[in-house]
């Protein structure tokens, strides 16, 4: 079955600090891959995916990830963490390009920024 | 680009009660929707897989007695809870999929009273 795993439920780092969350996933096909945040009481934001080609990907507000299929891992990260940053991240693996084909999500990684 | 409308974005009903929740593909056609239901800090959980035209699929434990899906049209689906309880309080999110990425409404904050 798909599964994905995000380690640590709770990040915290100082702002201007490196962030890294960590997500990797079980699979037996080539994944797609997904970031997506969301605020306290909003929706899901896509931050950035991988579907092909390149394995590093670049999203938005600076985040990027990068897929490593030897350890199945697709950690997220971002140089300068800033007090905006801090939200609920999900990890999210699909297992095939069709439109039936739901996504998958992990626990979730709350990150608070410090100042 | 790619845009679900999820209505209404915040509803509170009393106790036995039933409430409706629209998602809408506003320009694209969505043979297949999918419902998740978010518990307070914690993940989305797939609820079901509806499908235009056909009964939607239910993922284990969900009851689809309480939760009926209804995907009459290709660009409408809805979910009704029926005999709604207090524990059917949750934060509920349809998404479709129209591309190789995935496009949620905003999600529905259910309280029930």
């Known amino acids: 079955a798909q599964s994905v795993t995000q380690l640590g439920s709770h990040v915290s780092v100082s702002e201007g600090a490196l962030v890294l969350l960590r997500c990797n996933y079980s699979?037996?096909?080539?994944?797609?891959l997904f970031w997506y945040v969301q605020y306290p009481n909003q929706g899901l934001q896509l931050l950035l995916k991988?579907?092909?080609?390149?394995?590093l990907v670049k999203g938005i507000n600076g985040f990027e990830a990068e897929f490593k299929k030897s350890e199945t891992s697709f950690h997220l990260t971002k140089p300068s963490a800033h007090m905006s940053d801090a939200a609920e991240y999900f990890c999210?693996?699909?297992?095939?390009?069709?439109?039936?084909?739901?996504?998958?999500f992990g626990k979730g990684t709350r990150l608070s920024v410090i100042a | 680009g790619a845009v679900v409308s999820q209505h209404p974005s915040r509803v509170i009903c009393k106790s036995g009660t039933s409430v409706k929740i629209e998602c809408r593909s506003l320009?694209?056609?969505?043979?297949?929707m999918f419902w998740y239901r978010q518990f307070p800090k914690k993940s989305l959980m797939l609820m079901a897989t509806?499908?235009?035209?056909?009964?939607?699929?239910?993922e284990q434990g969900v009851e689809k007695d309480k939760f009926l899906i209804n995907h009459a049209s290709l660009t409408l689906s809805t979910l009704t809870v029926t005999s709604a309880h207090p524990e059917d309080s949750s934060f509920y999110i349809c998404?479709?999929?129209?591309?190789?990425?995935?496009?949620f409404g905003s999600g529905t904050r259910l309280t029930v009273v």
């Open positions: 509806s499908n235009e035209g056909s009964k939607a699929t239910y």
């Open positions: 998404s479709a999929r129209p591309g190789s990425g995935y496009t």
């Open positions: 320009d694209f056609q969505a043979t297949t």
């Open positions: 991988y579907t092909t080609g390149a394995t």
């Open positions: 999210a693996v699909s297992y095939s390009d069709s439109g039936n084909t739901p996504l998958v």
């Open positions: 699979s037996s096909v080539p994944p797609y």
